[in-house]
T-cell receptor, first 120, second 110 residues
Framework: GAGVSQSPSNKVTEKGKDVELRCDPI?????LYWYRQRLGQGLEFLIY????????KSGLPSDRFSAERTGESVSTLTIQRTQQEDSAVYLC??????????????????FGPGTRLTVL | GQSLEQPSEVTAVEGAIVQINCTYQ??????LSWYQQHDGGAPTFLSY????GLEETGRFSSFLSRSDSYGYLLLQELQMKDSASYFC???????????FGAGTQVVVTP
């Protein structure tokens, strides 16, 4: 079946411009996460959606970053007035449902291919 | 502070066994996951440990000791395709977000 998809795959923008990154999660997955990965580093959590509400926005680095989700489907991450330090790969992941369980399969996050953002 | 420590790089020959250690210090702990990421690719899930002990999935095994804030990923019968970065990640709360380590690059040589 279809996995998580993200668009665009690559985005080059000029400093100060706004960008929108899109994520289509796996159908039926209620939990959705955005992460950022700088070159050669681990992933940094940005925001978590359960359905279309965002109970955890603690990872958003500044008020230039915002995200929304329509129902239990598409999510968009918007970065306003981009800065060079925003250059990174932005990854989206979905999980079947939120909440907690000790079962490995319950905790698997399915990642999209990412959007590589370059701010000149 | 919060941190996850893992070695930056490990090199081994085909057929060998590699152990990647991960020590963590986080504000909360629900479980430890491991993800594999090939260059330019998406991270893919390998394992999750919520309780102490060893979980085995094929050639890969993962271990957790909550009292030691420590876990490891064991890769057996290494193959060339196992060359990738491996990340440990803590689930610090019930909502499921992950805090990742910086990753361990595993290089498999013939």
């Amino acid at each position: 079946g279809a996995g998580v998809s993200q668009s665009p795959s690559n985005k080059v923008t000029e400093k100060g411009k706004d960008v929108e990154l899109r994520c289509d999660p796996i159908s039926g997955h209620t939990a959705l996460y955005w992460y950022r990965q700088r070159l050669g580093q681990g992933l940094e959590f940005l925001i978590y959606f359960q359905g279309n509400s965002a109970p955890d926005k603690s990872g958003l680095p500044s008020d230039r970053f915002s995200a929304e989700r329509t129902g239990e489907s598409v999510s968009t991450l918007t970065i306003q007035r981009t800065q060079q330090e925003d250059s990174a790969v932005y990854l989206c992941a979905s999980r079947q449902k939120g909440g907690t369980s000790g079962r490995p399969s319950y905790n698997e996050q399915f990642f999209g291919p990412g959007t590589r953002l370059t701010v000149l | 502070g919060q941190s996850l420590e893992q070695p930056s790089e490990v090199t081994a020959v085909e057929g060998a066994i590699v152990q990647i250690n991960c020590t963590y210090q986080t504000s909360g702990f629900y479980g430890l996951s491991w993800y594999q990421q090939h260059d330019g690719g998406a991270p893919t899930f390998l394992s999750y440990n919520a309780l102490d002990g060893l979980e085995e999935t094929g050639r890969f095994s993962s271990f957790l000791s909550r009292s030691d804030s420590y876990g490891y990923l064991l890769l057996q019968e290494l193959q060339m395709k196992d060359s990738a970065s491996y990340f440990c990640a803590v689930k610090p709360d019930s909502w499921g977000k992950l805090q990742f380590g910086a990753g361990t690059q595993v290089v498999v040589t013939p």
